[in-house]
């Protein structure tokens, strides 16, 4: 009882069963009393015929010449008067003798039936009244044995035994058909998830339908495309994330050792000292990216909105970065109108365009422009961080806010940073319900467009 197809198939049974065996149930009774009924009328009627022929001739020769036609037929005939005295009958009256009573409510035209309960009593009656001259003279009794009921309701019966016969077979080999068809891609979907469940993601179901299994069908695939493509990006963050720690674990180890087992000149000792500090702060910066991107996935990372008035905001950014401006002797513009907010997270939005800016210095030439700029259209503030430097392959554009990936693949110390800068922008853009899109091309420069929705100008 475990496989599906067999409890499909003995569900289907018992409910296709029970619902057969409801319809013939009734069709055999109302087929059986149907012919019973035409028995009585055929017997009736034949009473009525007999009635017609004495209320024309209702003498002792007519009585004998009913009585012989019913004496050769599989019907009998009792012709009694009024007061029920036997006047002629086709066979012996003994075994008819408790049926030859006159209803109470007869009708004169159409006569009646005596007795109609052909399961138990060995005879069906009918009574027909004869009235000469208007005046009620006799009455003709018809009789039947119910032998001929029975051996009609018998062949009957044998009929329907042979037909919920054949529907019982023809339904059981229905339903293993159709059981197996249902279940066949059930089967191959369970085989799918349980290679995926070992780690074989390249699965392939063929869909059969446009149903709700077809549909099914489609979303394991999806799913294990997906679980495929996490299974990489697993593997791929695993194997930066243990390259990223190990560069600088590998500087500070290397520098210390030399510090401690060499005697150095001061000026070359400041000079390893300053790299194990400066490989010290790129881990510690690692590590708390890596936390924040962390808690991002668990959902627990809160946004604060507050109301924030851009120009001001970005003139604190101006100043915080003007000896980084200077150092690399870059042009720094601003371009923000005066009254205008949004509602953000303002330790994350300043976290967002310190990355934006951060890469800007980092891949711009001496001399270069960089800009911050916001503006308003229709309901939405748009903020943008462009620069006129180095720029990005467009193959590449839609790889950069991949955790720890790097359109520079030598990784210089100088240049490399943490490859988690975009993620955390992506992350951070996303909570705050925005869009983030760039447009770059190499050698041209690089444009970082926010777009904050619902906002509106004071």
């Not at 293993?176 to 390249?202: N, Y």
């Not at 951060?358 to 939405?380: E, F, H, M, T, V």
């Not at 392959?393 to 975009?422: A, C, H, M």
Request: aromatic share 8%; with cysteine; hydrophobic share 40%.
């Amino acid at each position: 009882m475990k496989k599906l197809s067999v409890k499909l198939g003995i569900l289907f049974f018992l409910i296709i069963f029970g619902l057969i065996t409801f319809m013939f149930f009734f069709l055999h009774m109302g087929i059986a009393e149907s012919r019973v009924e035409e028995e009585l009328k055929a017997l009736q009627a034949r009473g009525n015929s007999h009635r017609a022929v004495l209320e024309k001739h209702f003498d002792k020769e007519t009585i004998d010449h009913v009585v012989l036609m019913e004496s050769e037929s599989l019907t009998d005939v009792i012709i009694t008067n009024k007061d029920g005295k036997v006047l002629g009958s086709s066979s012996g009256i003994a075994q008819y003798e408790k049926y030859l009573k006159i209803p109470n409510s007869l009708n004169t035209a159409e006569g009646q039936i005596v007795e109609d309960n052909w399961k138990d009593e060995p005879y069906i009656a009918t009574v027909s009244p004869v009235e000469v001259n208007g005046q009620l003279t006799a009455y003709v009794f018809m009789f039947e044995n119910t032998v001929s009921v029975h051996s009609l309701i018998k062949g009957l019966n044998e009929h329907f035994f042979l037909a919920g016969w054949i529907t019982v077979c023809l339904t059981i080999i229905i339903i293993v058909f159709l059981s197996k068809g249902i279940t066949k891609p059930l089967l191959k979907m369970k085989e799918a998830t349980s290679q995926m469940s070992k780690g074989e993601f390249s699965v392939s179901l063929p869909i059969t339908s446009d149903d709700e299994l077809g549909d099914l069908a489609k979303s394991i695939e999806l799913l294990a495309t997906d679980l495929n493509y996490l299974k990489q990006e697993r593997n791929e963050f695993l194997a930066s994330i243990s390259h990223e720690l190990r560069t600088p674990l590998t500087y500070i180890k290397g520098y210390a050792d030399i510090v401690q087992k060499r005697k150095l000149p001061d000026e070359e000792r400041e000079k390893y000292l300053k790299i194990i500090v400066e490989e010290s702060n790129r881990l510690s910066v690692l590590i708390k990216e890596l936390f924040d991107l962390a808690k991002m996935d668990q959902n627990s990372f809160a946004i604060q909105k507050e109301r924030i008035e851009l120009k001001p905001f970005f003139t604190k950014m101006e100043q915080r970065l003007f000896l980084a401006f200077q150092e690399k002797g870059l042009h720094f513009t601003l371009q923000c109108p005066q009254n205008i907010f949004i509602q953000a997270d303002p330790l994350r939005l300043e976290q967002i365009l310190l990355n934006l800016l951060d890469n800007s210095i980092k891949y711009s030439q001496p001399g270069g422009d960089i800009k911050l700029k916001a503006w308003q259209r229709k309901k939405a503030i748009h903020l943008a961080v462009q620069d006129n430097g180095k720029g990005i392959p467009e193959k590449e554009l839609p790889l950069i806010f991949n955790r720890f990936y790097r359109v520079d693949k030598s990784r210089t110390r100088s240049l490399g940073g943490t490859g988690l800068g975009l993620a955390i922008v992506k992350e951070l853009v996303h909570a705050h319900g925005a869009q983030i899109h760039v447009k770059s091309k190499e050698h041209a420069g690089t444009e970082v467009e926010l777009i904050f929705k619902g906002e509106l100008k004071q």
